[in-house]
């Protein structure tokens, strides 16, 4: 099972960018994806989730209007688009997916990319 996620980097605030993250090694339409992130001394928060199919989403609030996750199946990959960014967006983000049995819970990380906010 592989996460990879890419698209990080440093940007200036206002600016945008789109992570991407290509996941291999399991059925990637059964499972939920999310994109988290961590700030320097703050815990790992969730910033959007996307349903199986993708017909359902979720934003945590400080991010809702600015940023947009999606998925493509065909491609194994799930995305996170990040406008309007701000200083307090920088952190690693990482990918994850999700999925339950009735006997069992799967769930899957990526390594994390760093995003950059600031002038």
């Known amino acids: 099972v592989q996460l990879v996620e890419s698209g990080g980097g440093l940007v200036q605030p206002g600016g945008s960018l789109r992570l991407s993250c290509a996941a291999s090694?399991?059925?990637?339409?059964?499972?939920?994806m999310s994109w988290y992130r961590q700030a320097p001394g703050k815990e790992r928060e969730l910033v959007a989730r996307?349903?199986?199919?993708?017909?359902?989403?979720f934003y945590a609030d400080s991010v809702k209007g600015r940023f947009t996750i999606s998925r493509d199946n065909a491609k194994n990959t799930v995305y996170l688009h990040m406008n309007s960014l701000r200083p307090e967006d920088t952190a690693v983000y990482y990918c994850?997916?999700?999925?339950?049995?009735?006997?069992?819970?799967?769930?899957?990380w990526g390594q994390g990319t760093q995003v950059t906010v600031s002038s």
């Open positions: 994850n997916a999700e999925r339950y049995s009735p006997t069992r819970q799967y769930n899957y």
């Open positions: 996307i349903s199986s199919v993708g017909g359902s989403t």
């Open positions: 090694g399991f059925t990637f339409s059964s499972y939920v």
